[in-house]
Structure formats: C-alpha cells, structure tokens
C-alpha cells in the first residue's frame, strides 16, 4: 500500500472515530435533557407541604 493510501484509509478511520465519539456526547446530552425533563415534571407535581403543626396530633374523636 502506498502512503498516500496508507495516509487516505488512516484519515477515514480518524473520522470514523471522530463521528462515534460525536453521536455519544450527543446521544449522553439527549439522555441528560430527558432526566431533567423527568425531574422538573416531578418536582411540578408535587403537592405543596402542609401547614406547619398540621397532621401531629391525630383526632381521636373523629
């Protein structure tokens, strides 16, 4: 193989390379967006706390 070959077939396996790593940190970035969808949507329905001193004692008369 010659070396402008050689030089071709090692620059498309750079590039290869370079487009696998690309689609991971942009599949990592997708998967990331997703999880803080799911937590902001959580936290948005979560009902508000009670008020202070309510549910401590429990009415026995009722």
Known sequence: ?????ATAVAMKQAQTVQTAQMLMV????????SMISMLTEAVENTPAPAPAGMGANVDKRA
């Open 1 to 5: 193989m010659s070396d402008i070959a």
């Open 26 to 33: 942009k599949k990592q970035h997708e998967m990331e967006m």
